[in-house]
């Protein structure tokens, strides 16, 4: 009768124990005192690039497809005085299908949203797909 007590108990716990919030950590490289900015976002073998709006200040963001490995990788645009300066922004792939071979970013239906052609790995979905919204609450919705 204790071990059931015992195993609710565990059971119960587990569930704080995944409940915590997740917290993105970013580490900070150096190289010869010199600050990598851009270190944790890997290295492009087959870049296809377009720009889009991710944040919605009004300046065109870079969003970037690697062919060879599958990946979208997105770079927020600073507004910097001091010139061009871009952020790697990981929190802005997850709206992004799973593509392969390529992806272009290009406003289609002159909406003011940027429209994604591509090869989606999910075979038989149209390879057109439309933004709506902007900045974090971006999203793309299939169109048919």
Same mark, same amino acid.
């Given at each position: ?17 995944? /409940? ?37 200040? /009004? ?64 075979? /038989? ?20």
């Amino acid at each position: 009768m204790n071990k059931k007590y015992i195993i609710y108990f565990l059971v119960l716990q587990l569930g704080h124990l995944c /409940g915590q919030d997740y917290q993105a950590f970013y580490p900070q490289f150096y190289a010869n005192g010199n600050r990598l900015e851009m270190a944790t976002a890997g290295g492009l073998r087959n870049g296809k690039f377009s720009n889009i709006d991710f944040n919605n200040d /009004g300046v065109k963001d870079i969003y970037a497809f690697d062919k060879t490995a599958g990946r979208s990788l997105c770079f927020v645009n600073l507004n910097s005085s001091e010139g061009i300066e871009y952020r790697y922004a990981p929190e802005y792939e997850a709206i992004f299908p799973k593509i392969q071979n390529w992806a272009l970013l290009h406003d289609f239906n002159k909406d003011g949203i940027e429209d994604i052609f591509c090869l989606p790995s999910t075979p /038989g979905i149209p390879a057109l797909k439309s933004g709506e919204g902007r900045g974090m609450g971006m999203s793309l919705v299939l169109k048919k």
